[in-house]
């Protein structure tokens, strides 16, 4: 049957596109695979000229299934379930890439794309590595392609295909009317695309410049964390055990870095569209992306070591093993569904739990019988390090951020553990102090740790040396940190004095490590940033947890609430007593603020509202206005969500969201809550 107003062509290129990906993988796999195992030069070479050819063939593919997939969400051909399903004609055209990130098909594709090119940059420059690395690269993007397959093999469906028709994908299965007749068995009506007006739209959530670049930025970190990973693997396999660390640390250092920078812009993110209001909210999406990291920059620090000292080898095998499983778990964590009620941005499930947890198990599990099998065979230096050494400390450091990862992820799985184990463990009724109460420990033994280290030598320092180069700097970090401690206004009262005592130490520690390795730059290094890599990167890390401890400590509900109070229903996290309900046109006190509800806009078919809340301070002339909104997740069952809108300062934010809305089908005033936080 032929249906008016389908366009059938790009999909099917689609679908070409899709199998020779996989097929083109599966060949580059096993070309390299041969071409490690050859030993014959001549019978090497032709397997890896193949499996190059193959690999492009992949990556051509890649980036035309990309280009196809656009081009339907770009021209609105919503006969394409992933064009209804995360676009609509209303979409500005900055977003239309975000609609690739919303869907779990788009980004496996986006994942599989960095693939491509970091294995086209290790063909030009892996050398000797080339056959051994990219198999373990090509064998990953056989799984990826996988995920965006769509085949039935012996009735089991094998990936979701983006390209699958609206019709065929069940969705119109509950609109008899776009039938032949009303049984939904029968084929749909030729002209059932004349009542399809529009897509579902992109989640309101993601409309935001952040997720435009992040999930770009942040799946390239994870991408990248195979390259250390198939080093380490390669390096077993062929019982090359310490060369693989020389080519291995740029990479390694690149992978931290993007993946970093990726977790900091989903921060910034989670801080302008979701109603954190801080830095960082545990949430498990955010963990499943922390921990991977904080193993790699075990790693880096491991591989450091092994430079420097010949020590440490067998944990730095170990690190790049953990961090690129834990980016494989989190996959599994953040696209099975188990989170759905944990987490407000992570995927549902497709029905591929699994696939997921296969292409987990068969990279994990080979790769730690593997290392196991030959740890003996890992040479190891007998003596132990000097503990005046810095190699010694730089092992503590990196053993400190591995434990912490696993702290971490054992409390973000507390799902997995309820649904395997069949438990009903709950939640901690305060998930961020329930973090925050252990990793302050870890912050404090690492912010020491990155102050004084820099000032120690690989394998024994001298004891006059190390306090002759300490003293002044440590010297200068204990004035200043008290100062700050005592006229700072640091407060925690609430979660009791000791904790309170743990945050007075953090913020101390944190100043040590920003003025300890500002002054190792010219101490130690002459004042040549371009050689202080290592202090520049801790003063950074200072700063970081500096500014971290200093806002969370100045939180200040503004909004007490002085009117009518709003009662939020017992599944509500919001507090009535810390929601100021406005009436439009009407001024209510908020801090040294009067505050006015101006005005209101609403999207009907969104159920988006959009306020004008104008803010006019009491004791100077300072005013401003802010534009928060709401909408009720029709994406979702999530209810109520909030885009919140901020005032920044230099050494604060007015923070504001929308907590409650009337009911427009029921009430016909104009009043709203709003929660303000500074």
């Known amino acids: ?280 909210a545990w949430d498990p999406v955010e963990n499943a992306s922390l921990v991977p990291w904080l193993i790699l920059i075990a790693g880096v620090h491991t591989l450091l070591i092994y430079k420097h000292s010949g020590h440490s080898l067998r944990a730095a095998h170990l690190f790049f093993i953990f961090a690129f499983g834990f980016i494989l778990y989190s996959t599994f964590l953040t696209r099975s569904g188990i989170l759905g009620d944990s987490s407000v941005h992570a995927f549902t499930d497709l029905g591929m739990n699994w696939q997921l947890l296969t292409f987990l198990l068969i990279f994990v599990l080979p790769a730690f019988i593997l290392f196991f099998n030959r740890y003996k065979e890992i040479p190891s230096i007998k003596k132990e390090e000097s503990a005046s050494s810095r190699e010694f400390w730089m092992f503590i450091g990196s053993l400190v951020f591995f434990l912490s990862a696993i702290v971490i992820i054992a409390k973000t799985s507390l799902p997995v553990f309820n649904k395997v184990f069949n438990l009903k463990i709950a939640a901690p009724e305060d998930p961020e102090f329930a973090y925050n109460q252990i990793q302050i420990f870890v912050a404090i033994i690492i912010a020491v740790l990155t102050g004084f280290t820099q000032y120690l030598k690989y394998k024994s320092t001298p004891t006059k040396f190390f306090w002759k180069k300490i003293f002044l700097p440590t010297l200068i970090a204990v004035a200043f940190a008290t100062l700050v401690i005592a006229f700072g206004s640091i407060d925690y009262t609430k979660q009791g004095p000791m904790y309170l005592g743990a945050i007075w130490l953090a913020v101390a520690c ?30 950074g890390f200072g700063l970081v947890l500096l500014g971290i401890l200093l806002s969370s400590s100045k939180k200040e509900i503004l909004s007490y609430n002085k009117g009518m109070p709003v009662d939020f229903g017992t599944a509500s996290k919001e507090n009535s007593g810390e929601n100021l309900t406005l009436v439009k046109g009407l001024s209510m006190p908020m801090g040294k603020f009067d505050v006015t509800y101006l005005s209101d806009s609403a999207h009907p078919k969104k159920q988006q509202w959009y306020y004008k809340i104008h803010f006019k301070s009491r004791t100077d002339n300072e005013e401003f206005t802010l534009q928060p909104n709401a909408f009720v997740n029709y994406k979702g069952n999530e209810g109520l969500m909030a885009n919140p809108d901020s005032r920044h300062y230099w050494d604060h934010d007015v923070f504001t969201y929308v907590s409650a809305l009337p009911n427009p089908d029921k009430q016909k005033d104009t009043s709203t809550g709003c929660d303000q936080q500074g």
């Open 510 to 539: 944190s100043i040590y490590t920003i003025i300890a390795n500002t002054a190792y730059i010219w101490i130690g290094m002459k004042g040549k940033p371009g050689l202080a890599g290592g202090s520049i990167a801790h003063f």
């Open 1 to 280: 049957m032929d249906y008016f107003g389908e366009h059938p062509l790009p999909g099917k290129f689609g679908h070409f596109f899709i199998v020779l990906s996989l097929v083109a993988s599966v060949v580059a796999t096993f070309s390299y695979f041969k071409a490690t195992r050859s030993k014959n030069n001549a019978d090497g070479g032709y397997w890896k000229k193949l499996a190059r050819s193959a690999f492009v063939i992949e990556t051509v593919s890649v980036v035309a299934i990309f280009s196809i997939l656009f081009y339907i969400i770009h021209n609105h051909l919503f006969e394409y379930k992933y064009a209804w399903q995360h676009s609509s004609l209303s979409l500005e055209f900055k977003y239309m890439l975000a609609c690739f990130w919303e869907g779990q098909e788009g980004s496996f594709l986006l994942w599989s794309f960095w693939h491509c090119i970091l294995g086209l940059i290790l063909i030009k420059t892996s050398k000797q590595w080339e056959a051994s690395v990219m198999t373990v690269v090509s064998f990953a993007q056989v799984c990826l392609a996988t995920m965006i397959a769509g085949l039935y093999i012996f009735n089991w469906k094998m990936g979701s295909n983006p390209f699958i028709l609206l019709r065929e994908s069940g969705v119109l299965d509950n609109a008899p009317a776009l039938h032949v007749n009303f049984d939904v068995n029968q084929a749909m009506r030729p002209d059932y695309m004349a009542s399809i007006k529009d897509g579902n739209d992109l989640n309101p959530l993601l409309q935001n410049y952040w997720m435009v670049i992040h999930p770009p930025v942040l799946f390239l970190g994870f991408a990248s964390t195979i390259v250390p990973f198939a080093f380490v693997i390669s390096g077993l396999w062929l019982k090359k055990f310490g060369e693989w660390t020389k080519p291995a640390l740029p990479w390694a250092l690149f992978s931290s870095a993007v993946l970093g920078v990726g977790i900091m812009m989903g921060a910034a993110w989670a801080y302008e569209s979701l109603t954190f209001g801080g830095y960082w």
